[in-house]
């Protein structure tokens, strides 16, 4: 199963960046999908962005053109750069990761909060 660690949430003014680490590790073969999804309070998670092992990518409407996520195949590390920052963007940002096997796993979740 895969192992997820995520680093780099913090507190931003408005109009800032912040770039978000996902470190995977565990006993797997491979990591089709890494994905970050957020959840502020009162809300329900919901999707950000994810990358495939080939390098595709999807975005929610909220992050496009804003954030970009990219990944580190080698060292099984995924990162999501994020500019500039709403204080709607606060929220707990969770890593996800779908394994060859299909089985999937959650981070622990970073906190970004973007003030005014």
């Known amino acids: 199963q895969v192992q997820l660690v995520e680093s780099g949430g913090g507190l931003v003014q408005a109009g800032g960046s912040l770039r978000l680490s996902c470190a995977a590790s565990g006993s797997f073969v491979s990591i089709n999908d890494m994905a970050w999804f957020r959840q502020a309070p009162g809300n329900q998670r919901e999707f950000v962005a994810v990358i495939n092992s080939g390098g595709g990518t999807i975005y929610s409407d909220s992050a496009k053109r804003r954030f970009t996520i990219s990944r580190d195949s080698a060292n099984n590390t995924v990162y999501l750069q994020m500019n500039g920052l709403k204080h709607e963007d606060t929220a707990v940002y969770y890593c996800?990761?779908?394994?060859?096997?299909?089985?999937?796993?959650w981070g622990q979740g970073t906190q970004v909060t973007v003030y005014s």
């Open positions: 996800y990761a779908r394994d060859s096997g299909l089985k999937y796993s």
